[in-house]
């Protein structure tokens, strides 16, 4: 048995602002970090993903070389896994080919009723980003609001996604008046 990391010592002994510090003090764990995210190694990784998302910026050059490895991964992963680097991935820019896997993920992690709604919610919210910025995705993004999809999801989450798809659908219609006249 191989002997426990620094930063894996921190990930499961310190609290959430502890290892924000810990990761601030020791820019040279940054990599591990990203490294335990991207395998399944508990419970380390996990944590690893939920405390890199705390500690990158929008867009991190430090992720960014890592975004194929990172969205590879994420159909293996469990549910709280997979949530954690969907929200280290909506920060990210991706090129056209790493967003459209991206979105064909998300789409099957959204039309599982079974997952945690926390990672349907995510996996939503990077559907929805998607079809903000491409246009012909919006009738999808209605598709994916059937009551199949929404049945399993509590209230809140049910009028969260609902505010999305009209913010998204409302962008795309003062889109098409504007570029029509």
Known sequence: MSKETSLEYA????????????????????????ALAIIDKQPYSW???????????????????HISKIIDCIGGRSDGHQRELLKILLEMNLNEEQEGYLFDICVSLWE????????????????????F???????????????????????????SILRM???TTAHHRTHIIYTNQ
Not at 13 to 27: D, G, L, Q, R, T
Not at 47 to 54: I, T, Y
Not at 137 to 148: F, G, M, V, W, Y
Request: contains cysteine.
């Open 112 to 131: 599982q009723p079974g997952k945690k709604p926390s990672v349907r919610y995510t996996a939503f919210k990077f559907i929805n980003k998607t079809a």
């Open 47 to 65: 944590r690893a993903a939920w405390l890199l998302w705390s500690c990158i910026s929008k867009n991190d050059p430090r992720v960014q070389k």
């Open 11 to 34: 990930l499961t002994h310190y609290y959430k602002n502890e290892m924000i510090s810990f990761m601030k003090a020791h820019p040279e764990y940054f990599e591990e970090a990203l």
């Open 165 to 167: 798809i009209r913010n």
């Open 133 to 159: 910025e491409h246009p012909d995705l919006a009738n999808e993004i209605l598709l994916l609001a059937q009551e199949k999809y929404m049945r399993t999801l509590s209230p809140g989450v049910h009028r």
